[in-house]
Every structure is written in structure tokens, then in C-alpha cells.
């Protein structure tokens, strides 16, 4: 009898211990906005025909600064309206576990522009507009999957697809269809279609939690 | 059964809105007292009640700032709260090891 009140004490304990150190923010607006600006900077780049290696990662990666922009300041809006710190513990967690791979994706895209310029045209196709952004969806997926031990509602699944879905691509080998229309296409889906479905997800599962 | 553990445990951190409050702050460097709320779905009287308890013995810091213009409380465990704390949960284990030999 007394080794239960303590067992479920030490249970209750461990419970909120791991309570407290989940991410809680909506994360639904964040999805979908990056799923948003991910399929229209994918049709964008494909009619105004992105085709060159260096073009395409200059492009993606300015894209990429509004998604994080935009999470930023949605993060922040909703640490004010519920009197938080948008620097919470929980929060310095998530940005930590997403550095890495974040990081190690922004490097390559700086250097790999530079390596580009003594290539023959078609291997700085396959390298800038195929190999690389394989390689920032499965740092991408890392980065969710790491983010994922202090989230909710599966995350670490999501960035199970990124990280397996690029490197189901990568062992594809190159595709025999226009580069630009390939590459913009695989950005849209993964960074573009799958945050929109995913964010459509929470935005329906995240309010029931809440 | 040695009955020692049980008597040594810290009636202040034993009251169960006062042992969630201690576990909550002992997973995170610190919470605001909205975040504790919700968390806890305590009142917010109930709240504050516990954590002033907690504040007095002293093994809860209180801070007090402004963030965009608005108060923003958060809570810290002081080092005297985390000893109690991890004696706490050194006594509850005790128990527990103590009524598994003498089954």
C-alpha cells in the first residue's frame, strides 16, 4: 500500500518532469505557412524558369528566409498574447536541436555555389539543382526528427519522411526529366506540399490538445 | 518496514500542487506563471497560495520583468530546492525498495 502512493508519486513526477520540457506553441500556423510560401516559391521558380545551379540555390535559399521569418514572428506573437518568454527553456531546447543539421545545410549551400564555377555544365547540374537539395531535405528531416524529442505530435515522424524521401531520391539516381522542372518540383513537394498537409494535420489535432 | 523514510519526507514539497510545481521547475531552467497554470490547470489562487508556500520555505525564486510592455513572473528553483527536491525523491525510492525486499 505504501510503495504505491510512492511508485505513482515517482511516476507523477517523471510525468510532469517530461511535461515541462515539451515545446508547446501551435505549431499549425507555422506548417502551414511554410507549406504556403514552399508551393508557390516552387511555381514561381518554375515559371520564371530558375534553371541555372547557382540561380536555383541563390533562389531557394532566399526563399527559405521567410518561412523562418515568418516563425519567428508567429512564435513571438504567441509568447506575448499568453505572457511568456519567447525564449523559453523549451524553446532554447528546439532551436539547439535543430542547429546542427540546419547549419551544416546553410554551409554546403554557401560553399557549393563557389566549387560550381570549374564544373562542366551537366555535373553542376546534378550536383546544384539534384544532390544538394536532397541533401537539404534530409538535413531538414534530421533537424525535425532532433526537434521532434521535445515536441508533440509527430514530429520525429515527419522528419522520418524528409530524411527517408530523399534518400529514397538519392538511390533514384538522376532523373530523366528536365532538371529545373525536377528540382523545383521535389522543393515543392517536400518543402511546400508536405508542411501544408502537415499543417492542415495540426491545425485540426493541435486545437483538440489545447 | 523502517518507517525513518517516510517520516523524513518534506511536508512542504509532500502536498501534491506543491510536489507538481517542484517537478515542473525541476525539468526546465525556469516557467512563467501562465505556462504553470496551464500546465497544472490550477487556479490561478491555487497558484499562487503554493508557490508563495514554496517561495517562504525558500525553494522557489521569484522574478519579476517586463516583456512588450506586459509583467511577466517566472520561477526558478532555488539550490535549496533542488537538495530538497532530489532528497525527496531519494526518500520516495527508498520506500518503494524498502516495501519490494519486505514482500
Known amino acids: ?210 | 518496514m523502517n518507517p525513518e523514510p517516510f517520516l523524513q519526507l518534506d511536508r512542504v514539497i509532500h502536498e501534491k500542487g506543491r510536489l507538481a510545481i517542484m517537478s515542473l521547475l525541476a525539468a526546465t531552467v525556469e516557467l512563467s506563471f501562465t505556462e504553470m497554470r496551464d500546465t497544472l490547470t490550477m487556479t490561478d489562487g491555487n497558484l499562487t497560495a503554493h508557490i508563495r508556500t514554496l517561495h517562504e520555505s525558500g525553494y522557489v525564486s521569484v522574478t519579476k520583468a517586463f516583456q512588450g510592455g506586459r509583467p511577466l513572473t517566472t520561477y526558478t528553483l532555488t539550490a535549496q530546492g533542488k537538495k530538497a527536491f532530489a532528497t525527496y525523491i531519494n526518500l520516495l525510492e527508498q520506500i518503494v525498495q524498502q516495501t519490494k525486499q519486505s514482500k
Not at chain 1, 515536441?151 to 529545373?180: E, N, S, T, V
Request: charged share 10%; with cysteine; aromatic share 14%.
Open chain 1, 1 to 210: 500500500m505504501e510503495s504505491n502512493w510512492a511508485t505513482e508519486h515517482l511516476q507523477a513526477i517523471r510525468t510532469l518532469m517530461e511535461r515541462a520540457a515539451i515545446y508547446r506553441r501551435a505549431l499549425a500556423p507555422v506548417m502551414l505557412l511554410a507549406g504556403v510560401v514552399g508551393l508557390a516559391a516552387a511555381v514561381a521558380g518554375w515559371f520564371l524558369q530558375i534553371d541555372s545551379p547557382r540561380a536555383f540555390i541563390g533562389y531557394w535559399f532566399g526563399v527559405s528566409v521567410i518561412p523562418l521569418a515568418g516563425a519567428v514572428f508567429l512564435v513571438r506573437q504567441q509568447a506575448l498574447r499568453d505572457g511568456e518568454p519567447f525564449w523559453s527553456p523549451p524553446m532554447r531546447r528546439v532551436t539547439f536541436a535543430l542547429l546542427p543539421p540546419v547549419v551544416a545545410g546553410f554551409i554546403s549551400s554557401v560553399v557549393l555555389p563557389v566549387h560550381l564555377r570549374g564544373l562542366d555544365a551537366n555535373t553542376a547540374n546534378v550536383l546544384g539543382m539534384l544532390w544538394l537539395p536532397l541533401g537539404w531535405i534530409v538535413l531538414y528531416g534530421c533537424a525535425l526528427h532532433a526537434a521532434g524529442f521535445f515536441m508533440p505530435r509527430g514530429m520525429k515522424l515527419f522528419g522520418w519522411i524528409f530524411i527517408l524521401g530523399g534518400c529514397g531520391l538519392f538511390a533514384l539516381g538522376i532523373p530523366d526529366l528536365p532538371r529545373a522542372t525536377y528540382a523545383h518540383g521535389v522543393m515543392g513537394f517536400f518543402f511546400g506540399a508536405l508542411h501544408l498537409a502537415y499543417g492542415v494535420y495540426l491545425y485540426f489535432t493541435e486545437k483538440n490538445e489545447t
